[in-house]
């Protein structure tokens, strides 16, 4: 037998193993970035939209009410939820994950990211605090 003959299965093999597989570690980045993307959008449009009225958490509703929150019961109790336990400062928690999925949509990598966690955790959480002690707290939504 010529050696030719055996060499095409190994050639074979390792051209199958060299081949991307389907989630390789920059596809899986887009993915996530793309998806951190369009969560910061769907928070954002339910913070814009957030009617305390809207029935939620903190409020009851007749059977049959109409919801005002552009993305429906879920952001209704998304919204009610982040602004109960951050107020204003609710308002940076899309904004991070536009950042963050940008960057990973580029293909940037995000350098420290358990210290970059760990301190957007920190900087959310005294800013609620800072916040919190003005005497004048604006209006969320009439």
């Known amino acids: 037998m010529p050696a030719s003959s055996l060499d ?26 793309f998806l951190l993307c369009v969560a910061g959008l769907l928070c954002a449009l339910s913070l814009v939209s957030y ?3 809207d029935p939620s958490f903190h409020t009851s509703a007749p ?6 929150n552009w993305i429906g019961l ?7 939820l982040l602004f109960q336990g951050f ?3 609710a308002c940076l928690l899309p904004l991070t994950f536009f950042v963050i999925g940008t960057c990973l949509l580029l293909g940037r990598p995000v350098g ?4 970059k966690a760990i301190g957007i955790a ?3 959480g005294s800013l609620a605090v800072l916040l919190d002690m003005f005497p004048y707290t604006p209006a969320s939504v009439v």
Do not use: C, N, Q, Y
């Not at 059977?63 to 005002?68: F, L, S, Y």
């Not at 420290?112 to 210290?115: E, I, K, S, T, V």
């Open 8 to 33: 095409v299965p190994a050639r074979d093999r390792e051209s199958s193993l060299s081949k991307s597989s389907l989630f390789d570690t920059r596809r899986l980045s887009e993915l996530i970035g």
């Open 51 to 53: 009617l305390p009225r």
């Open 63 to 68: 059977p049959g009410t109409v919801v005002h």
């Open 74 to 80: 879920v952001g209704s109790h998304g919204a009610d």
């Open 87 to 89: 107020g204003w400062v």
């Open 112 to 115: 420290a990211p358990w210290a």
């Open 122 to 124: 920190m900087l959310i």
